[in-house]
T-cell receptor, first 113, second 112 residues
């Protein structure tokens, strides 16, 4: 059974640029959620996708957008990067949306300079 | 909106000591509650869960009971080991909104 994978591991971008982060769900999982984790804080929910549709969204501006593909892999896109976007971005997959536990990937460390 | 408050750390205990990490929440509706653990150099992983009031989640000697009347989900372990040193996160999931809310984490260090 393949776990959740994310790419790239690390990324450095300049303020104003755009970035795309990628996530492959655990086998058989049709739901993926994205989180932003600042240093010393808990993960903050960005959004969730279930069967290619956005299923819930946290308090993030529209420049944070996502996609889920038919194979349930996912992308997180961030436009017009700001310094405060520097964080660890976590992807988590679950068997179905709702109460089921989430399986987290190792994260992508984004640094905006 | 939903929120989760964990006791502030760091927490330092001697091996075989009793552990309690407090977690309280506010939520509309009936969330599911979780504890996740992050060991040094590793990703977040589920430790235990409870999906309705009075449910008790347990795993690896850790326990937590979903207390609706006190909106709490405190994590306990009777005898901690050095290998339990990690960051512990309390979280809730609003199943209707498809949204999860995490606390800020509590760092536990267990000394031999």
């Amino acid at each position: 059974e393949t776990g959740v994978t994310q790419s790239p591991t690390h990324l450095i971008k300049t303020r104003g640029q755009q970035v795309t982060l990628r996530c492959s769900s655990q086998s058989g999982h049709n739901t993926v959620s994205w989180y932003q984790q600042a240093l010393g804080q808990g993960p903050q929910f960005i959004f969730q996708y279930y069967r290619e549709e956005e299923n819930g969204r946290g308090n993030f501006p529209p420049r944070f957008s996502g996609l889920q593909f038919p194979n349930y892999s996912s992308e997180l896109n961030v436009n017009a990067l700001e310094l405060d976007d520097s964080a660890l971005y976590l992807c988590a997959s679950s068997l179905v949306a709702g109460v089921h536990e989430q399986y987290f990937g190792p994260g992508t460390r984004l640094t905006v300079t | 909106g939903d929120s989760v408050t964990q006791m502030e750390g760091p927490v330092t205990l001697s091996e075989e000591a009793f552990l309690t990490i407090n977690c309280t929440y506010t939520a509309t509706g009936y969330p599911s509650l979780f504890w996740y653990v992050q060991y040094p150099g590793e990703g977040l992983q589920l430790l235990l869960k409870a999906t309705k009031a009075d449910d008790k989640g347990s795993n690896k000697g850790f326990e937590a009971t979903y207390r609706k009347e006190t909106t709490s989900f405190h994590l306990e372990k009777g005898s901690v080991q050095v290998s339990d040193s990690a960051v512990y996160f309390c979280a809730l999931t609003d199943t209707n909104a498809g949204k999860s809310t995490f606390g800020d984490g509590t760092t536990l260090t267990v000394k031999p």
